[in-house]
T-cell receptor
C-alpha cells in the first residue's frame, strides 16, 4: 500500500537511552518532515528534508538528529532521550518542497521517556 | 514568520447541528491554507485547501471553508454534523514563496458531536 510507514508505533525509553524512529515512503516524494504532537500545542516541525542529502532544522530541533541518504527514508534519531521528548511523532511527506502540495502523514509513533 | 491561531480548543455540538471552527493566521509572506482532520489514533488527512481563485472552497465529508484575506481568516464550516465527524481539526499554512515551504499548524480544535 502506498503511503508513509512509521515504526515503531509505540516505544518506552529510559532517560539517556538512544533510539531511532523510522520513516519510509514509497511515493517518490522529495520532501519529508518530522513533527511532534503534544496536547494543546498542535504539531511542531522538528526537521525536514527537500531531497536526498539535504536536511534542515524546523521549529524544535534540539535533541534530535536526521539524515536523508535515500529518497525513501528519513529516520529521526534521539541521541539521549529526555522526559520532555515524550510525545507522538509524525512523519509527513509531499511531492516536492512547494507549500501548495498536501502533506501525507504516517500513523504516528508514540514515545514515552521515563 | 507564520503563526496560526485556532480560536476554540474544544467545540461540542449536537448531531445535525451546524458547526464553525475558527482559524486566524499571521504571515509576512503569502501563504497557502489547509484544514486537516485527525481521527483517534490516526495520522492527519486533508479536508480541504485554498491555493487561489474562489475564496470558498469545498472539501470532503461536506465541509467547506472561506478564505478572508482582509480578516486573515480561514474558518471551517459544516451545515449538519454527524457523530462520525468527531475528531481533531487542524488549520495550517504554508509559505508560497520558497521551494521548501514549511507548514505551520494551529493547536487544533477538538470537535465532539453528541447524539
Amino acid at each position: 500500500n502506498a503511503g508513509v510507514t512509521q515504526t515503531p508505533k509505540f516505544q518506552v525509553l529510559k532517560t539517556g537511552q538512544s533510539m531511532t524512529l523510522q520513516c519510509a515512503q514509497d511515493m517518490n516524494h522529495e520532501y519529508m518532515s518530522w513533527y511532534r504532537q503534544d496536547p494543546g500545542m498542535g504539531l511542531r516541525l522538528i526537521h525536514y528534508s527537500v531531497g536526498a542529502g539535504i536536511t534542515d532544522q524546523g521549529e524544535v530541533p534540539n535533541g534530535y538528529n536526521v539524515s536523508r541518504s535515500t529518497t525513501e527514508d528519513f529516520p529521526l534519531r534521539l541521541l539521549s532521550a529526555a522526559p520532555s521528548q515524550t510525545s507522538v511523532y509524525f512523519c509527513a511527506s509531499r511531492p516536492d518542497g512547494s507549500g501548495a502540495n498536501v502533506l501525507t502523514f504516517g500513523a504516528g509513533s508514540r514515545l514515552t521517556v521515563l | 514568520a507564520q503563526s496560526v491561531t485556532q480560536l476554540d480548543s474544544q467545540v461540542p455540538v449536537f448531531e445535525e447541528a451546524p458547526v464553525e471552527l475558527r482559524c486566524n493566521y499571521s504571515s509576512s509572506v503569502s501563504v497557502y491554507l489547509f484544514w486537516y482532520v485527525q481521527y483517534p489514533n490516526q495520522g492527519l488527512q486533508l479536508l480541504l485547501k485554498y491555493l487561489s481563485g474562489s475564496t470558498l472552497v469545498k472539501g470532503i465529508n461536506g465541509f467547506e471553508a472561506e478564505f478572508n484575506k482582509s480578516q486573515t481568516s480561514f474558518h471551517l464550516r459544516k451545515p449538519s454534523v454527524h457523530i462520525s465527524d468527531t475528531a481533531e481539526y487542524f488549520c495550517a499554512v504554508s509559505d508560497r514563496n520558497t521551494n521548501a515551504g514549511k507548514s505551520t499548524f494551529g493547536d487544533g480544535t477538538t470537535l465532539t458531536v453528541k447524539p
